[in-house]
């Protein structure tokens, strides 16, 4: 069936450091994906999203690229802040439908 | 512009008993969604509804109910709660069922059976 996984965290990292988080997804047809963040007590938000191969979400500072070849949407931020502190979770859409497809989560905690 | 609400935030029941979770949208969006969210598994979804009057089960739907009478709502129901139902509920919804729509979710309900 139609899945992502994400890497284990939680992720520990010092302020301004560089964040990657994996995500790999399998899929029957030609998904969209997605970053959803989910801070302290909130529900979740849109971080960025991509449609097609080759395309790359953006949004405050963090990336993603959608990689047909390797089915991978890594996320990045080149320096992260306390304040990113969160869970994010790594989604796909599949044409023609709405639902979407979660990832397990993966913490991130940003230390001063 | 409220977005997507839902209420209660957070609730205790025995099991056995039953109680609706209220969720509602102000954006005129056709497709809702309710998901849970247990520790290790990310978020499941339960059902869902593409417009008034239709509504269809998702990945987890056993022990759940739904009805979409308006636009705006879009209540989950448990008629029966075991503790295999304590989880953090989320509702979400979008404006069409086009794969690279935005989803927009409340800020959740966490449930408790004892």
């Known amino acids: 069936g139609d899945s992502v996984t994400q890497m284990e965290g939680p992720v520990t990292l010092s302020e301004e450091a560089f964040l990657t988080i994996n995500c790999t997804y399998t899929?029957?047809?030609?998904?969209?994906l997605f970053w959803y963040v989910q801070y302290p007590g909130e529900g979740l938000q849109l971080l960025l999203k991509?449609?097609?191969?080759?395309d790359k979400g953006s949004n405050k500072g963090f990336e993603a690229t959608y990689r047909k070849e390797t089915t991978s949407f890594h996320l990045e931020k080149g320096s992260v802040q306390v304040s990113d502190s969160a869970v994010y979770f790594c989604?796909?859409?599949?044409?023609?439908?709405?639902?979407?497809?979660f990832g397990t989560g993966t913490r991130l905690l940003v230390s001063p | 512009n409220a977005g997507v609400t839902q209420t209660p935030k957070f609730q205790v029941l025995k099991t056995g008993q039953s109680m609706t979770l209220q969720c509602a949208q102000d954006m005129n969006h056709e497709y809702m969604s309710w998901y849970r969210q247990d520790p290790g598994m990310g978020l499941r979804l339960i059902h869902y509804?593409?417009?008034?009057?239709?509504?269809d089960q998702g990945e987890v739907p056993n022990g759940y109910n739904v009805s979409r009478s308006t636009t705006e709502d879009f209540p989950l129901r448990l008629l029966s709660a075991a503790p295999s139902q304590t989880s953090v509920y989320f509702c979400?919804?979008?404006?069409?069922?086009?794969?690279?729509?935005?989803?927009?979710f409340g800020p959740g309900t966490r449930l408790l059976v004892l």
């Open positions: 509804s593409v417009g008034a009057g239709i509504t």
């Open positions: 989604a796909l859409s599949l044409r023609g439908f709405q639902k979407l497809v």
């Open positions: 979400a919804s979008s404006s069409t069922g086009a794969p690279g729509v935005t989803q927009y």
């Open positions: 899929a029957t047809g030609y998904p969209s």
């Open positions: 991509a449609t097609k191969a080759d």
